[in-house]
């Protein structure tokens, strides 16, 4: 089946301005999940939602960064008055709820590159 | 807190060799899964093995082995018979909690570049 898919794969913006970043799970993933990768700071977790429960948001780094998922499904990561160090890879992944012995593993994105000047 | 430590920057080896990934880990949950990730160069980051803190017997897929040292909080990724297109980079990851509600964040270490040389 499809994967999860992620748009842009590109952004390049100037500074201050606001980016969205979209993620498309795969399908019946109840899990998703926000990280980003940079050079400095490795892969860091965002934000995680999980089914209709509130979203863990202890990952955001500044009141900048929101996100939400409409109808379970598709999620928007929204960066507000973009700086020059928000400059990295965001990453998204999905998981599915189950029983069985890989519960929980999640699946990667292609990313989007995001460039601020 | 949880901790990956992923200790080699970068490793070689040779075609058709076996490498061994070190990966160390520190929590205080009894419960938790650890995850290993490959990322080529196009930067997609492909799950790989998972190993489950209560497994009896350490994982393996295919090329991909696990080596659980449950004492030592290790849990090292061993590649047999190497292939050109296993050059990428490697994250070992952990997320604590194991119930199938639990969903949660994974702490990725900081990765080790694998070249695989003909």
């Known amino acids: 089946g499809a994967g999860v898919s992620q748009s842009p794969s590109n952004k390049v913006t100037e500074k201050g301005k606001d980016v969205e970043l979209r993620c498309d799970p795969i399908?019946?993933?109840?899990?998703l999940y926000w990280y980003r990768q940079s050079l400095g700071q490795g892969l860091e977790f965002l934000i995680y939602?999980?089914?209709?429960?509130?979203?863990?948001k202890s990952g955001l780094p500044s009141d900048r960064f929101s996100a939400e998922r409409t109808g379970g499904s598709v999620s928007t990561l929204t960066i507000q008055r973009t700086q020059q160090e928000d400059s990295a890879v965001y990453l998204c992944?999905?998981?599915?709820?189950?029983?069985?012995?890989?519960?929980?593993?999640?699946?990667f994105g292609p990313g989007t590159r995001l460039l601020v000047l | 807190a949880q901790k990956i430590t992923q200790t080699q920057p970068g490793m070689f080896v040779q075609e058709k060799e076996a490498v061994t990934l070190d990966c160390t880990y520190d929590?205080?949950?009894?419960?938790?899964?650890l995850f290993w990730y490959k990322q080529p160069s196009s930067g997609e980051m492909i799950f790989l093995i998972y190993?489950?803190?209560?497994?009896?017997q350490n994982a393996t897929e295919g090329r991909y082995s696990l080596n659980f040292q449950k004492a030592r909080k290790s849990a090292n990724l061993v590649i047999s018979a190497s292939q050109l297109g296993d050059s990428a980079m490697y994250f070992c990851a952990m997320r604590e909690g194991l119930s199938y509600n639990q969903g949660g964040k994974l702490i990725f270490g900081q990765g080790t570049e694998l070249s695989v040389k003909p």
């Open positions: 929590t205080s949950d009894p419960s938790y899964g």
């Open positions: 939602f999980q089914g209709n429960s509130a979203p863990d």
């Open positions: 399908s019946g993933h109840t899990a």
């Open positions: 190993q489950g803190s209560y497994d009896q």
């Open positions: 992944a999905s998981s599915r709820r189950t029983s069985g012995r890989l519960t929980g593993t999640q699946y």
